[in-house]
């Protein structure tokens, strides 16, 4: 019986149907993992397995991973690994996560493993016999999980993906993993759209059931809920300086905390985030226009800067090794960008005032419209960084900023040849 690949399974992340034959789809995976990795796989071959993890292998082929390779790198020392778990921001919410699936671990013979935005195992718990085989695979706490460490897995790929994996089997890139089924998704930060960590559970091939991937799911909703919670808590202790102080002001401001979420406004309603304030730096605020952030005590404070009727100019050097955003008006500054970001910018600036939604942009990037929240992760970052340059819904160049069009004169986004759906900046 094949896996599920289509809409209806959330496009593929579950590994197999229920009542599959796991014995026998086990050998079908593991004869096509010895066909491709020979070379002998026939063109019809590789269209028997899923296209997330056909993606997975791509990647982790390409970065030379040994399907053979022993344990991976690490662990990292254990002071390193208390210091990653004090400063994870994933640590407010472990109770809410061990409520959600360490028992349910424990019973179906798993493990539940909470990692890092590198994937690296901060925390490990549920079943002790599983415990102590994932130790024999160096699958414990303080080791890497990325693709890039230990070939296609459910952390590793879910990081690559940006979106909920499960892995059965031979799927994984690694002979040795091959007697294991793991299941997980990303937290994202509320707030940012930021990738903090993955949630997995992982154990026994055997035990695999897709409902794991609708628990793990549920459980990541609920932390990044709590996250939340922990934000408008921090937003209404802000709101209590910011509203006095905006009321003893004569113009329109506002006060918004580190990611830009408004606490308070004055002579601008409506207005619920602008983009992060950097110190130092000028940000458009749409119907302000050009502010210098001013710290106050849990936020930053946002008026008009003098001579706030300039408007801000933004330019795009491709020419830059990085490419770089040169943003003018009162103050100037450069932002590098990596190439995603600037591929994102040249598709926004050409695109125009209409600017473009998710799905369109995801086309324009990955060759489809899949890669939603990866997307949404990349602008909600490019957004923090640029300073109030690009709006949403739809994504677009704020009408208060003048482009620059002539650093594009010579650009084009292109396929890249033998990376099929991933779009790279080219010089003509």
């Known amino acids: 019986m094949e896996p599920v690949d289509d809409d209806r399974n959330r496009a593929g992340v579950c590994a197999v149907r229920p009542g599959t034959d796991l014995g026998r789809h086990a050998r079908m995976l593991s004869r096509l993992h010895d066909a491709v990795l020979s070379g002998d796989a026939r063109p019809g071959d590789t269209a028997r397995g899923r296209r997330l993890v056909t993606r997975s292998w791509d990647r982790v082929r390409a970065q030379g991973v040994d399907p053979d390779a022993g344990e991976p790198p690490g662990p990292l020392d254990a002071a390193v690994v208390e210091q990653r778990r004090a400063t994870s921001?994933?640590?407010?919410?472990?109770?809410?996560?061990?409520?959600?699936?360490?028992?349910?671990?424990?019973?179906?013979?798993?493990?539940?493993?909470?990692c890092d935005a590198d994937g690296v195992l901060l925390w490990r718990e549920g079943s002790t016999a599983v415990r102590r085989r994932a130790d024999a695979l160096g699958f414990t706490e303080g080791a890497e999980w990325s693709e890039r460490s230990v070939g296609t897995n459910a952390i590793g790929t879910a990081l690559a993906e940006g979106g909920p994996v499960q892995i059965f089997s031979a799927e994984h890139f690694v002979r040795s993993h091959h007697g294991w089924t793991c299941t997980a998704a990303p937290v994202h930060d509320p707030r940012s759209g930021e990738l903090l960590g993955v949630v997995d559970l992982s154990g026994p091939a055997e035990t695999v059931h897709p409902t794991t991937v609708a628990l793990v799911d549920t459980a990541v909703r609920l932390a990044e809920a709590g996250l939340w919670q922990r934000h408008e808590a921090r937003l209404d202790a802000l709101r209590t300086i910011g509203a006095p102080m905006l009321a003893g002001d004569t113009g329109p401001g506002l006060v918004v905390d580190d990611h830009g979420w408004v606490a308070a406004a004055s002579g601008l309603p409506g207005v619920e985030r602008v983009a992060a304030p950097v110190p130092e730096r000028l940000i458009a605020v749409h119907g302000l226009?050009?502010?210098?952030?001013?710290p106050v005590p849990g936020g930053w404070l946002l008026r008009p800067a003098s001579g706030g009727g300039r408007r801000m100019r933004l330019r795009l050097d491709l020419d830059g090794r990085p490419p770089q955003a040169v943003i003018e008006g009162p103050t100037r500054w450069v932002h590098p960008l990596s190439t995603r970001h600037a591929e994102v910018l040249v598709l926004l600036a050409r695109a125009g005032s209409g600017g473009l939604d998710a799905a369109t942009l995801s086309q324009g990037l990955y060759g489809d419209r899949a890669h939603l929240v990866t997307v949404r992760a990349e602008m909600s970052r490019l957004r923090r960084n640029l300073g109030g340059i690009l709006l949403a819904r739809p994504y677009r160049i704020a009408p208060e900023v003048e482009l620059d069009l002539t650093g594009l004169a010579g650009s084009r986004v292109v396929r890249e040849s033998g990376a099929p759906g991933v779009a790279a900046l080219h010089r003509d």
Not at 92 to 109: G, K, N, Y
Not at 289 to 294: K, N, S, T
């Open 289 to 294: 226009g050009p502010c210098l952030p001013e």
């Open 89 to 114: 921001p994933l640590a407010p919410v472990l109770p809410a996560l061990r409520a959600a699936l360490t028992s349910v671990a424990e019973d179906a013979r798993h493990v539940m493993v909470v």
